[in-house]
């Protein structure tokens, strides 16, 4: 896991020349606007959508993906309108095409699913959310019963507890507040979502461990690296913010995390899902306003909230803290050879 260390890198906004920019009453407020790094897309998004860029571009044969490739309308909408078929039902495709799993994964009864229907299965769970599976299978063989810290319904949360039989997982969801935990017998671990609130999931894995003295897991290290840097990226925003924008759809978790994290840290927070005009209002009382984007969010996305931002306030002045990240994935087996230059 990388966490850069993103308090060095910002240069302190420059308050006495928004000062003396004020005080002319003909010269417009000058807002800040502070980009975080890192930003949008992670390691396993990019490669989840080059999956699939490389199959349309490959031009053989119709292009179908389990699910949203990743969770944003912009991306899924230029796919759709490429041709691409995102389906939740397998029998939606053809006996013997290909089909791309998307980056959150799917349970062993989809995959098992899909080969029955011999389709070309062309894997695109992220490595991280793999690794999960991974760990609950083995927790499983090792005898052990899994409660799985994760959000209901999100779908990597569903192809998790379908690694195993359904006795001998539980989901333990964080928006649950009066959650009761189960009683179990014998061994037990857990394991979790990698899109989690780090400081929520340190809570309840402490509650976890006062009820269950033996439990093993992860501790925060299956939450992955990219929600990890976008999340202390948050922190950091809202410690120098008076409003934190999430650019983000609204079915992603790691842009309800961001929203919540920036929250939790005492700013007003806002996720920006396409729609910019709907949070004019806000942005004119902002006097300096963070800008971060889910991981599965485009970077054009963000310059489009930057640009709504500089027309509805007039004058901003753009700055970035933080560092890039340098992950990345290699492609999944499966795929045609790029085309030639
Ligand atoms: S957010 Fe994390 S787990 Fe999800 S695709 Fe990106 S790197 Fe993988």
């Known amino acids: 896991m990388i966490v850069h260390n993103i308090g060095c890198s910002i240069h302190a906004p420059s308050d006495g020349l928004s000062e003396i920019t004020r005080r002319h009453e003909r010269l417009p407020v000058i807002r800040d606007v502070i980009l975080a790094r890192p930003r949008g897309f992670c390691a396993g998004v990019i490669r989840a959508i080059e999956t699939v860029e490389q199959l349309v571009a490959a031009a053989t ?18 796919f759709e309108r490429r ?3 995102f389906i939740e039902d397998l029998n939606d495709v053809p006996v013997g095409m290909p089909l791309v799993l ?3 994964g ?7 699913a899909a ?9 695109a769970t992220c490595p991280l959310v793999a690794k999960v599976h991974r760990e609950i299978r083995a927790h499983v063989r090792a005898g052990r019963h899994v409660l799985l810290i994760g959000h209901r319904g999100h779908p990597e949360v569903e192809g998790s507890l379908g690694q195993v039989a359904a006795d001998r997982i539980t989901l333990v969801d964080p928006s649950d507040t009066d959650f009761a935990l189960p009683t179990i017998t014998g061994p037990v671990a857990y394991a979790t979502q990698t899109t989690l609130d780090v ?11 006062q009820v269950f003295p033996e439990i093993v897991g992860p501790g925060l290290q299956d939450i992955c690296y990219a929600t990890t840097n976008r999340q202390a990226a948050v922190r950091f925003l ?24 920036a929250v939790n840290a005492g700013v007003k927070a806002q996720l920006v899902d396409g729609q910019p005009h709907r949070w004019r209002g806000a942005w004119r009382e902002a006097r300096r306003i963070g800008v971060t984007a889910a991981a599965s969010a485009p970077e054009s996305a963000v310059i489009a909230c930057v640009g709504a931002l500089a027309r509805e306030l ?24 790029p085309p030639g230059p």
């Open 314 to 337: 007039g004058a901003i002045r753009i700055r970035s803290m933080g560092e890039e990240e340098a992950i990345r994935f290699p492609p999944p087996a499966g795929l045609p050879c």
């Open 199 to 209: 400081e929520q999931t340190r809570a309840l894995i402490a509650r976890l461990q």
């Open 83 to 85: 041709g691409v078929s």
């Open 106 to 112: 799917v349970s062993r009864k989809v995959r098992g």
């Open 61 to 78: 044969r119709p292009v179908y993906v389990r699910h949203q490739i990743v969770h944003n309308a912009d991306v899924v909408g230029d």
């Open 115 to 123: 080969l029955r229907r011999r389709l070309e299965v062309i894997d």
């Open 102 to 104: 998307s980056a959150h």
């Open 238 to 261: 809202a410690r120098h913010c008076d409003l934190v924008l999430v650019v983000g759809s609204a079915n992603s978790s790691n842009a309800a995390r961001l929203v919540e994290v």
